[in-house]
């Protein structure tokens, strides 16, 4: 199979882009990194969560041929689902094309991947139930994994970062308990609250083999990690931090070397505790003011977000004045990664995702940029 890509979307207004001083426009690799690393940028990187597998053509037509499971597990499609969105969408980073459950098929647990998500054949009741579960490399019994990692670095080449994933602890656990998505963990929760060795158990187990797959992701070519502790948000932070937070910063010890993107939906009063875990840059959801997330993270982490996915459903006119405020929220500091609330929903027009992306590369592009110490804005030109 070919995995050429076009001319990315917006390549051609790379002109008109403030450029770093000294040098050309930076790459999207380039100004994705960068940002990670709170370092000066040409203009704010964008991509967006589950823009590997929404909105494009050629994808849904490998989809329905393969499957979502049939895609993650052949190489060559998991690469090519991966790349597709960074001409599709004229994105600065790609992210690679795998269900955070993944990894828990080699440690014995039997799921299928429906529409509304992973559906459990024995959902996990007892101690017992976390006992049987093994460990394992994941190089080894997930080297297709690494090989579509490989594939897609080649196929990059340097234009784009690619960014790896892993389902954060208590995600993962919800699923192994709740059997299946639902709306607040609840069962979870009380597995949590009522067997709290086996719920330690459960989580140290699952953070071992996420650490190992990180490590992996990390040692076949990814430049950064997002953990995606999606549901993390239904729990307190007192909580959070008793029953979560040791075993999310065991997970992400594996990705040592690169920026750690940590997510957690609904996870505004977890802020401080997910950069407690080991987040490099910390996502927020359009639920939360991104300026006071940042303020509660501190100025050594960015921040990634976060435009309600909601406005791009109700058209330009909605969506332009909503990527505003999140780039006067930014107020140009370091660190900043444009990115929607939550993933990329159902039946959102493609065409805006690309014009997005290029409004906040250009907008931003305009902007002068704050120093990183305190509020005020710098005039110059950036440095390389």
């Known amino acids: 199979m070919t995995m050429q890509d076009p001319p990315l979307a917006g390549e051609a207004a790379c002109g008109a882009r403030t450029r770093v001083a000294g040098a050309g426009p930076m790459t999207g690799e380039r100004r994705f990194l960068a940002a990670c690393r709170l370092e000066p ?3 704010t990187p964008v991509w967006y969560m589950r823009q590997a597998g929404r909105g494009i053509r050629e994808y849904e037509l490998m989809r329905d ?20 969105p960074v001409s599709a969408y004229g994105v600065d980073a790609a992210v690679m094309y795998a269900d955070v459950m993944l990894p828990t098929g080699p440690m014995g647990v039997e799921f299928d991947l ?26 080894d019994e997930l080297a297709f994994a690494m090989e579509a990692i490989r594939i ?3 196929e990059l080449d340097g234009r784009q970062a690619l960014i790896g994933i892993a389902g954060g602890p208590f995600t993962l656990a919800a699923y192994l308990v709740e059997g299946r998505a639902t709306r607040d963990q609840a069962t979870a929760r009380a597995f949590m609250y009522a067997q709290p060795e086996a719920w330690h158990d459960l989580l140290s187990r699952i953070a ?16 950064a990690v997002q953990v995606f502790d999606t549901w993390a948000g239904t729990l307190s932070p007192a909580d959070y931090e008793a029953y979560v937070l040791p075993h999310a910063s065991r997970l992400i010890e594996g990705a040592r070397g690169v920026p ?29 003011s991104l300026d006071e997330a940042w303020s509660r993270a501190g100025t050594g982490v960015g921040i990634q977000g976060n435009l309600d996915g909601a406005r791009l459903l109700a058209g330009w006119d909605a969506a332009e004045p909503g990527a505003r405020h999140v780039l006067d929220e930014a107020a140009g500091r370091p660190g900043h990664i444009f990115n929607l609330g939550h993933g990329i929903l159902p039946g959102t027009d493609p065409a805006l995702l690309a014009r997005l992306a290029d409004f ?4 931003s592009a305009k902007r002068p940029a704050a120093e990183r110490t305190g509020g005020r804005r710098a005039t110059t030109e950036v440095s390389a």
């Open 114 to 139: 429906t529409p509304e998500g992973p559906v459990l054949a024995a959902p996990f009741r007892s101690p017992a139930d976390v006992a049987r579960l093994r460990a394992y490399e994941p190089e």
């Open 41 to 43: 940028v040409d203009a």
């Open 208 to 223: 071992e083999v996420g650490r190992r797959y990180v490590a992996a992701q990390v040692h076949a070519g990814v430049q």
């Open 65 to 84: 041929r393969y499957g979502v499971l049939g895609i993650a597990r052949t190489p060559e499609l998991a690469a090519r689902a991966s790349v597709l």
């Open 152 to 154: 897609a670095r080649r």
């Open 260 to 288: 750690v993107i940590h997510y957690a939906a609904g996870g505004s009063g977890l802020v401080e505790l997910l950069v407690r875990a080991g987040a490099d840059v910390v996502g927020v959801d359009a639920r939360a």
């Open 360 to 363: 906040v590369h250009q907008e």
